[in-house]
């Protein structure tokens, strides 16, 4: 297959470029800054600079592409640029697609179009979708013209952790806080996992399909941080009440600019993500892709993570 990879060097983008080359495909990847794609040419990705922000800088990148995935976003950044991103990013991408040759555009969606659901909601694939915060509404834009433009799979992706990504060490120095108390229902998937459905949804996975990746095992927050932070002998997150986060969240807006730097740690969509009730149900990408969880739950997946750090 041609696969087309946006946001390739990502955090999972070079998971995935790395999984579907060892499986015999041509990848073609796309990043902002050569550079950061240097390694994974190496591996064999053709390898090509560009930003789905710039239509002028997308010339050709489809061409012959049967699989486009869209991995390109952020959630640390303003709603205008958010929407350049997903939205007007994903308008440009099909504009230069290969309509001849694609037969399926993947996107890595996210949860924040399911809002703030009730704590004794279940969150399927039918859920109704009612965002409250910009990243839902514009994630929920995008979906919808993804669907009308190409043959669309949206992937709704819980919280993903991993290595590098596991936020160990800003528990152990008392970096994290917990938002009301930490009572919402959080879910989550490891990184490996996560491209393995991504795969599973190329190949098996039907056009104007959706599907939530996630692991079997959501938990509240705050009993989440509660066996972690034992497991590695910190202390359990201090509390921050919503409205000291959204202040918080300005004042780091305001001396970010100052500084020049266009993305802040609690940003609106961070503190919804965060705060939101997001339990989510697995059983379509199990039951639909065939999709057999490497970590089912978070534990084996912490436990690999500190292992390993054990060992180096």
Known sequence: MNILIIGANGYTGARLV??????GHRVRGLVRQVERGIALEKLGMELREGDVRNFASL?????DSEIIFNLAGTCRVEPSESRAILWEGARNLFRVADRAALKKYIWVSNVAVY???EATARLTETSPLQPKYALGKITLEAEKLARENVPAIAVRVANIYGPGRDGIAALKEGRLRLLNDGNNWTSRIHVDDLVA??????????ADSIYLAADDLPMLQREFYQELAAAIGASV???LEMNAARAFGLFGRAMNALAGERRYPLSENIIGLLSGNYYCVNEKIK?????KLEYPTWREGYRAILADDTQT
Do not use: Q
């Open 59 to 63: 010339y050709g990148i489809a061409r």
């Open 18 to 23: 790395k999984a579907l080359i060892e499986r």
């Open 287 to 291: 039951n639909d892709l065939g999709v």
């Open 197 to 206: 459905t991504l795969v599973a949804a190329m190949e098996n996975a039907r």
């Open 115 to 117: 809002g703030f659901p």
């Open 237 to 239: 997150p201090l509390s």
